[in-house]
């Protein structure tokens, strides 16, 4: 079973930025990251394929939200730069360790997620 440990999560003004990091215990095939603001329905914010590195990410963070990895550390990075109050939500590391054919921000072709780590952006 695979086990996600996220961290990185803080408050921030707006146009600050922050890293939430994810490590997980094994092999994953995909990994994303997920936020849930309140009062919405949680959306898929990045999403990286282990093999290969492509990323995907929403249109809300594009040219802001940068979704790394460390192969060797089993380790996924979120760079979050120029940050807005809209981005204030918990965000969840996701990973699959399966192959899924559907889309990368499709919450059940995941099937381990983390706990969550809270970020804040005041104006």
């Known amino acids: 079973q695979v086990q996600l440990v996220e961290s990185g999560g803080g408050s921030v003004q707006a146009g600050g930025s922050l890293r939430l990091s994810c490590a997980a215990s094994?092999?994953?095939?995909?990994m994303g990251w997920f936020r849930q603001a309140p009062g919405k329905e949680r959306e898929g914010a990045a999403g990286i394929y282990s093999d290969g590195g492509a990323t995907y990410y929403a249109d809300s963070v594009k040219g802001r939200f940068t979704l790394s990895q460390d192969n060797a550390k089993n380790t996924v990075y979120l760079q979050m730069n120029n940050l807005k109050p809209e981005d204030t939500a918990i965000y969840y590391c996701?990973?699959?360790?399966?192959?899924?054919?559907?889309?990368?921000?499709?919450?059940?072709?995941?099937?381990?997620w983390g706990q969550g780590t809270q970020v804040t952006v005041s104006s």
């Open positions: 996701a990973a699959a360790t399966f192959p899924f054919g559907g889309r990368w921000y499709a919450e059940g072709g995941y099937d381990y």
């Open positions: 094994g092999y994953t095939y995909r």
